[in-house]
């Protein structure tokens, strides 16, 4: 059995596991050879095989399958990994899609983007981990010449489909958000840095909508009613991992979210239209109200 295909049974025994709660050995196997028929793959396992695999299943992804005794079932015990687990089962059931069938142009649709830099991702992830100093060539998109920056590369981070690095400019020692698709080019220098100890990416963009982190700013109680379509929308998709619904009725669904107040922030309130409305605080109100107003005289009469 080619490698491939070992990977792609581990990722089907964790699906099977994280969509249902729970599941027997038999269960678990006879979703196997479901999927062994649905990709012209083979899937079916032993018991013995089983064993195997949940062993690499906690090394390659670090989650812990463990089998209760009590109810003759087998369960995820912990999940050090969920957002990336998530991720590479997304990407598996994609690609599983792709190669159904041939001419498949036929019947996916793609968004018709540029690439947003991810061949990046080797060199860059090489030079987080072994903590190797950079040399970017990077170009904002309020400049026209690029510049050559010298940084200590830390994370990689996703912000509404785009990735950036973050790292810390030896310029200036500042800590700043560099778009992959927009480094034309990187080179690793013969020297190394310390990465920071108490360093915490989930904790800095804790109350960040994108990648703008304000250091003079305080995250606020934002509240926003939107209109019932618009806010079954907003239930499935929710704006931010702080929202809390308040009020969900017939007349509108209000939430409360937690974020420091930016210019992405305002943006995506501003895509909502007339289906959003800002409750509070007063400075987000007045902050919509003056673009709205200014909007307003752009298309008024000449």
Not at 51 to 80: C, H, P, W
Not at 171 to 192: H, S, Y
Not at 281 to 299: C, D, F, W
Request: charged share 30%; aromatic share 12%; with cysteine.
């Amino acid at each position: 059995m080619a490698k491939q295909d070992y990977i792609f049974r581990y990722l089907t025994i964790i699906k099977k596991l994280r969509r249902n709660g729970e599941a027997t050995f038999q269960e678990i196997n006879d979703y196997l050879k479901k999927e062994s028929e649905f990709l012209d793959r083979t899937f079916s396992v032993s018991n013995r095989t089983f064993m195997r695999d949940l062993n690499e299943i906690r090394t390659l992804f670090k989650i812990d399958i463990r089998y209760d005794f009590s109810k003759g079932v087998y369960f995820i015990a912990e999940d050090q990994q969920s957002d990336l687990n998530n991720r590479m089962l997304e990407s598996i059931d994609t690609i599983n899609s792709l190669k159904m069938v041939s001419d498949i142009t036929r019947y996916m649709f793609f968004e018709k983007r540029k690439a947003h830099g991810t061949h990046h991702f080797y060199g860059l992830l090489h030079a987080i981990k072994n903590r190797v100093i950079l040399m970017l060539v990077h170009k904002r998109f309020d400049s026209d010449e690029p510049k050559e920056r010298l940084v200590e590369p830390f994370a990689l981070k996703e912000s509404k489909g785009r990735w950036y690095l973050l790292a810390k400019d030896r310029n200036d020692r500042k800590v700043k958000t560099f778009g992959l698709d927009r480094i034309l080019d990187f080179q690793t220098t013969p020297g190394c840095f310390d990465y920071p100890v108490n360093l915490d990416v989930n904790e800095m963009f804790r109350y960040c909508f994108g990648v703008i982190n304000p250091d003079d700013d305080q995250p606020e109680e934002i509240i926003l009613s939107f209109e019932p379509d618009q806010g079954k929308y907003v239930k499935s998709y929710p704006i931010h991992e702080s929202q809390v619904i308040l009020e969900d009725n017939p007349q509108e669904l209000r939430i409360k979210i937690t974020l420091f107040i930016t210019h992405d922030l305002v943006m995506e309130i501003l895509s909502y239209g007339k289906a959003v409305k800002v409750v509070s605080p007063e400075r987000l109100i007045s902050e919509v109200r003056t673009i709205y107003t200014g909007a307003e005289a752009q298309y008024g009469d000449e």
